[in-house]
């Protein structure tokens, strides 16, 4: 900006200046655009191993930003966790993470603890969020100092959700819902910064009068970035010699209070959650519009423990007990 900042007509020079900040916010896009042909995988010549198709990162951080999606993720891993009878080699734990993990990335590694013989001892859960499959099979674990782990594909077991682009690394299952999450999320994000801002969309300052000196100009501009935030609902004084009665002008932008459909985004994208989950209504602790019900909760959590919970089970245990390093008196056990 020039430091000749008049606002007279003395100079023909016209100036704009914006006072607050953006948010960065994360966009289902971001995880989505690259889902092409090839699975939206490629390998790192660099490092030696495949880039997952979608950026874990970004999917943790989505999780923990919407309040439906990420709980809705610990309801799941509770209810499959409660029908997995434990064995000594896993502990409550790791069967937990393991299945927090399949559920939030689609997949899970837990790496084999062996004895002196060879043995194994025990199952420990990896984070999802940092594990690479290698072109050999083999698995690096990724490390902040660079000097990332390797480990044997002998010596992990990789639980995947199945993808037909590629059978490399697995996919969540609630894909679809990503975009109704992120407009939940920046519905609320929209509404913060709303009141945050002093309960309005923002103005425009318009100044014409030719006795506004530069100086003056500096001075509005500084009382109206101290007058932004919770708590500073402050009034400005404006005193200007021998002023025009229109010399300035405070428009407003947008009318949040005939646009904005906040409810009602809230409400629609909520039911894509459950729907992207197959989660009933019921247990997911929403409260019923007007006099409608949701149903028997009882048989809603049986039908979903039959149809969603004993098969994500099934599937853990299935993959534990085939692993040929896993014995018989280590195999797990589900509660049916």
């Known amino acids: 900006m020039e430091d000749n900042r008049s606002l007279t007509n003395k100079s023909s020079q016209t100036i704009a200046f914006n006072i607050g900040e953006t948010w960065d916010t994360i966009t289902g896009l971001d995880a989505l655009h690259c889902m092409d042909e090839s699975g939206g995988i490629f390998f790192d010549d660099y490092n030696e191993f495949w880039i997952p198709p979608l950026d874990r990162t970004l999917l943790l951080k989505i999780s923990k930003s919407n309040p439906y999606h990420g709980p809705i993720i610990f309801s799941r891993k509770n209810m499959a966790a409660e029908l997995i009878q434990l064995s000594s080699v896993l502990s409550r734990e790791d069967l937990e993470a393991a299945l927090y993990n399949f559920l939030l990335f689609g997949d899970c590694p837990l790496l084999k603890i062996r004895n002196r013989l060879g043995k194994v001892t025990r199952l420990v859960t990896l984070s999802s969020v940092w594990i690479r499959v290698k072109k050999n099979g083999d698995f690096a674990y990724l490390q902040r100092n660079g000097e990332h782990l390797t480990y044997r594909k002998e010596d992990?077991?990789?639980?995947?959700?199945?993808?037909?682009?590629q059978q490399i690394y697995g996919v969540p299952d609630y894909m679809g819902g990503l975009q109704s999450a992120q407009l939940n999320t920046d519905a609320t994000l929209f509404r913060r910064k709303y009141y945050k801002n002093g309960a309005h969309c923002g103005f425009i300052f318009y100044a014409t009068d030719p006795n506004l000196d530069p100086d003056k100009q500096k001075e509005l501009e500084e009382s109206m970035a101290a007058s932004k935030g919770v708590g500073n609902f402050r009034s400005l004084f404006v005193n200007i010699p021998d002023g025009k009665p229109d010399g300035i002008k405070i428009i407003p932008v947008g009318d949040i209070a005939t646009k904005d459909?906040?409810?009602?985004?809230?409400?629609?994208?909520?039911?894509?959650?459950?729907?992207?989950?197959?989660?009933?209504?019921?247990?997911?602790?929403?409260?019923?519009?007007?006099?409608?019900?949701?149903?028997?909760?009882?048989?809603?959590?049986?039908?979903?423990?039959?149809?969603?919970?004993?098969?994500?089970?099934?599937?853990?245990?299935?993959?534990?007990?085939?692993?040929?390093?896993?014995?018989?008196?280590?195999?797990?056990?589900?509660?049916?």
């Open 156 to 165: 992990v077991i990789f639980i995947k959700q199945y993808d037909p682009y």
């Open 261 to 336: 459909d906040f409810t009602n985004i809230k409400s629609v994208t909520s039911q894509d959650m459950l729907a992207a989950h197959r989660f009933p209504p019921g247990l997911s602790g929403i409260i019923p519009a007007g006099t409608s019900s949701f149903g028997d909760p009882l048989k809603n959590d049986e039908a979903y423990r039959k149809n969603e919970s004993i098969p994500l089970a099934r599937k853990l245990v299935e993959a534990i007990n085939q692993d040929i390093d896993i014995t018989k008196k280590h195999c797990l056990n589900l509660h049916t």
